[in-house]
């Protein structure tokens, strides 16, 4: 006779007891921000929701939630299960202080852009606008304009160069000093590369010129080295065994980089050289020497001034007309526009690199 052995089952917990829902601690955070909000709000006695205090409502409102929720936790659960809640919740409320400046800056633009985030100020320029009224429709286009000129100057340059430093440079001198130039141009302020492009026309069509196409080779200047950085180090992350087994097909170096390597990298290139075109969107100082300023529309890159939006921002609120609040009204408008600019262009850089990423470009 033979003994059947029977199979031990591991008992299974079916209660929840003792512990919180996982809906509890959000549900106690927006509570305690609430609560915040109401008590920063009575203390507005002016009433404008620009002199609302966004940094210390969150502040005071993540007091409330570090305190609240370590009692809590101690009543319903335990004091070992408390005290893990509270170090998870001081160290979220590290990470949301470190968002302090972008919460409070982006509240103040959005609060007071929307005054003149109307119909008119994205359909006329301030052509013969003296006062109320009149927009920036002249400065987006300009904003854009300029800033896809220096997108089509620095990617293929930018590109290229990452290519040659990662695929046929490594151990050169050559190499060498094109890194160490890179690392040079990064640190290169704004105001100098405006500068330099100032000079080179001066020398060769004359003082005081001015065009679009000057402010995009100024803008170019700072975003080749971001772009060759960024691409760099995506394209050396690319596992050698792609490379190897394209070469073990019979595949010649230059149509695996094509084919295999740009690629398998895109998704990230496209990240770089989005942040490339965020770092040089908003420069004020090089296109105030390069492009200048007008009151009306012209996008003509290769004749006379343009405007563009953060010249146009810095122009209304530095002098402001009569009435004032006018004018600074146009500016808060246009640094939202600015703002909601660099947003779209991530939209879509997430967009393009999902499209074209390996992961779905079969599908």
């Not at 402010?215 to 170019?220: D, I, K, N, V, Y």
């Not at 990298?265 to 490339?276: R, V």
């Amino acid at each position: 006779m033979t003994a059947t052995a029977t199979p031990v089952v591991a008992p299974t917990r079916t209660t929840t007891a003792g512990h919180l829902p996982k809906w509890a601690p959000w549900a106690l955070l927006a509570i305690c921000l609430a609560i915040s909000a109401v008590i920063f709000a009575f203390a507005n006695s002016s009433g404008d929701p620009a002199d609302f205090n966004i940094v210390l409502t969150v502040v005071l409102g993540m007091i409330f939630y570090l305190v609240l929720i370590f009692v809590l936790s101690s009543v319903a659960e335990s004091r070992r299960h408390a005290t893990d809640r509270l170090m998870t919740a001081l160290v979220s409320s590290a990470f949301v202080v470190a968002l302090l400046p972008l919460i409070s800056l982006l509240y103040t633009v959005v609060v007071n852009g929307l005054t003149r985030f109307d119909a008119e100020f994205f359909s006329s320029s301030m052509r013969n606008i003296v006062g109320d009224g009149g927009g920036a429709v002249h400065a987006i286009w300009g904003t854009v304009l300029i800033t896809l000129g220096a997108t089509v100057i620095s990617v293929p340059i930018g590109l290229m160069t990452s290519i040659y430093l990662v695929e046929y440079g490594q151990g050169k001198k050559l190499a060498r000093g094109i890194t160490f130039l890179v690392d040079v141009m990064t640190g290169i302020p704004s105001i100098v590369a405006g500068l330099f492009i100032y000079s080179v026309f001066a020398l060769i069509v004359g003082p005081g010129t001015r065009m679009g196409i000057m402010g995009s080779l100024a803008l170019s200047v700072l975003m080749i080295p971001v772009v060759v950085r960024g691409s760099e180090e995506l394209l050396r992350i690319v596992p050698n065994e792609l490379r190897e087994a394209a070469y073990a097909l019979g595949v010649p170096k230059w149509l695996t980089i094509l084919k295999v390597v740009l690629p398998t990298a895109i998704a990230g290139i496209t990240t770089s050289i989005m942040l490339a075109i965020s770092r040089v969107i908003g420069e004020t100082a090089p296109l105030l020497l390069t492009v200048g300023m007008v009151q009306g529309m012209n996008l003509n890159m290769f004749s006379g001034q343009m405007a563009t939006l953060p010249v146009f921002s810095y122009m209304q609120a530095k002098y402001p007309g009569i009435p004032a609040d006018a004018y600074l009204d146009r500016a808060w408008a246009s640094a939202l526009t600015l703002i909601l600019i660099v947003m779209v262009l991530n939209l879509v850089a997430r967009i393009i690199a999902k499209v074209f990423s390996p992961k779905t470009a079969g599908r």
